[in-house]
């Protein structure tokens, strides 16, 4: 569930004719147990159609920066599973072919780095660039990387224009008076609102369902008769939310750091409860920082450390540095190291020599780059897709004293992520177009044990989520990655988590009972 902690600036919205028919899904009226009968169907008949077709694999286009080996193609799905003779969209997917023998070859392995919003198409380089953690298992799979619908090449959405979307510096996500949370909310309604006029026609069916059905129709575009899936935080939830609706056209499926299915918990909850999660990391980035004064040279405890990132904040909010970085800024550019110990050590040095007197670098890490417009108009897509997905799922409230109570209190004693969290889930609260109710994700008939890895002190994706997940999902076994905290860590060095999973997908074999295992080498500076 990556997130970029800003949304985009006021007055930036291009006004004109809402889209017509655009603002309630097909059928929303019909009965919605019939709606389900009826996308079942249209998934079925989707598939069946690509099947036939297949994928017409060709070199990818020079500008998508994905070279031989890998090979790019196209799926066609239905905009509306319930009407699967209607509008199509096409999805953008590629491959890397498995590098063993034809008898060792097991089919395709499908890739999801979560989001919603991010793009799978980096997946099948791990084959073209030799990475060794997956060498065992690129020998008997392709690895398949695709653009989930609204992402990257597949029908993309957006919301905002994307220089407007990355122009900086921000407001301060942490409000000092009731005329700041007016302005934010004021920003979150015209986010909505762009969303609404820029992609109204698919934002009825940006839903995480649909994705699910999207997914089973490239497998069956790509000849498997089963799904080999691989799917990274919000990639777990998609993972199973497929596991329900297809439990019977699951072989093998791995999660890695896992939403919590729970349909209390979609979405609202889960971003109140992630704040309280990255509050824990962040506190266990400023020890590993103390500790490592002597290269820093930020504080020598962690309170001194705190004590440092207050007066940054106070400096970049009273004169944003380089004139660009302010709160929100530094906010989008230090979640990076409760998210991920790979940004340990690089965010620790770029705030070190900002002390040290060398703005530089802070400014290129935290401020904008005006002139990469192909990386803006991923960004700002990212993000359309991340809103328009959590906010088609479920229902959110509406009523802001409610969500002003809720983010004041848990800010109190966890104000790292959570005001900027709230303004950027914010536009959920006037979403123009119908929400849905979250599927309840649970084992069906034919579903095979599923693997679930997930680190104990993650931030992104709470430890609980893994564990509820494992409860629905009968049979699944649970790997634990004790006192650890990265997000993501199937593609981390870990023996006790690589061994196993490599394990599972070149057996389907399982521990016969959960396991806890150590956590991967600390970053060292």
């Known amino acids: 569930m990556r997130r970029t902690a800003v949304l985009g600036s006021a007055g930036t919205l291009i006004a004109g004719t809402l889209i017509a028919g655009a603002m309630a899904a097909p059928a929303a009226n019909a009965d919605s147990g019939r709606r389900t009968v009826s996308e079942a169907h249209g998934a079925a008949v989707a598939a069946a159609r690509a099947a036939k077709a297949g994928i017409d694999w060709k070199d990818c286009p020079a500008d998508w920066g994905l070279a031989k080996p890998v090979q790019c193609g196209w799926v066609s799905v239905p905009l509306d599973y319930a009407k699967p003779h209607g509008k199509q969209i096409k999805l953008a997917v590629d491959r890397a072919k498995s590098t063993g023998s034809k008898d060792e070859r097991q089919g395709s392995l499908v890739y999801n780095p979560g989001g919603p919003g991010g793009s799978g198409m980096r997946f099948p380089l791990r084959i073209a660039n030799k990475a060794p953690l997956w060498e065992k298992t690129a020998k008997s799979y392709d690895f398949v990387g695709f653009d989930p619908r609204g992402v990257g090449h597949s029908a993309p959405i957006s919301c905002v224009d994307p220089q407007e979307f990355v122009k900086a510096p921000k407001l301060d996500p942490v409000p000092d008076s009731e005329a700041d949370k007016l302005a934010q909310r004021k920003l979150a309604a015209e986010y909505a609102d762009g969303c609404k006029e820029r992609s109204g026609e698919m934002l009825p069916h940006m839903t995480t369902p649909n994705t699910a059905r999207d997914l089973d129709v490239i497998r069956a575009a790509l000849g498997d008769k089963k799904l080999n899936f691989l799917g990274v935080s919000y990639g777990t939830y998609l993972g199973g939310v497929y596991a329900t609706l297809f439990p019977n056209h699951v072989r093998r499926m791995i999660v890695d750091s896992v939403v919590n299915p729970s349909r209390e918990k979609i979405w609202y909850q889960a971003n109140l409860d992630q704040d309280v999660a990255f509050q824990m990391r962040w506190e266990d980035w400023k020890k590993w920082v103390a500790k490592n004064d002597a290269t820093f040279h930020i504080g020598d405890t962690p309170e001194k450390v705190e004590a440092q990132w207050v007066k940054l904040r106070s400096a970049a909010k009273k004169k944003p540095i380089g004139g660009v970085v302010g709160p929100a800024e530094l906010i989008g550019f230090f979640q990076g190291a409760p998210y991920y110990d790979s940004s340990w050590v690089p965010v620790a040095e770029v705030w070190s020599k900002y002390l040290a007197g060398d703005e530089k670098a802070l400014v290129e890490a935290a401020g904008p780059d005006m002139s990469d417009t192909a990386g803006n108009i991923s960004s700002e897509n990212g993000n359309a897709v991340y809103t328009a997905v959590e906010c088609a799922d479920a229902k959110w409230p509406t009523s802001w004293k409610k969500w002003d109570r809720d983010n004041t209190a848990l800010h109190k004693d966890h104000p790292f992520m959570t005001w900027a969290n709230a303004w950027m ?81 070149l057996s389907g074999k399982t521990d016969s009972r959960d396991v806890t295992c150590a956590p991967h080498a600390t970053p060292k500076p």
């Open 425 to 505: 889930n914010l536009p959920c609260a006037t979403w123009g177009v119908k929400q849905q109710t979250p599927l309840e994700v649970k084992s069906g008939k034919g579903l095979p044990p599923v693997l679930i890895v997930q680190a104990e002190r993650d931030a992104a994706t709470p430890y609980e989520g893994g564990v509820e997940l494992h409860k629905r999902l009968r049979g699944s076994r649970l790997i634990t990655e004790k006192d650890a905290g990265s997000h993501g860590v199937t593609n981390l060095v870990n023996p006790c988590i690589n061994e196993r999973v490599d394990t599972y997908l």
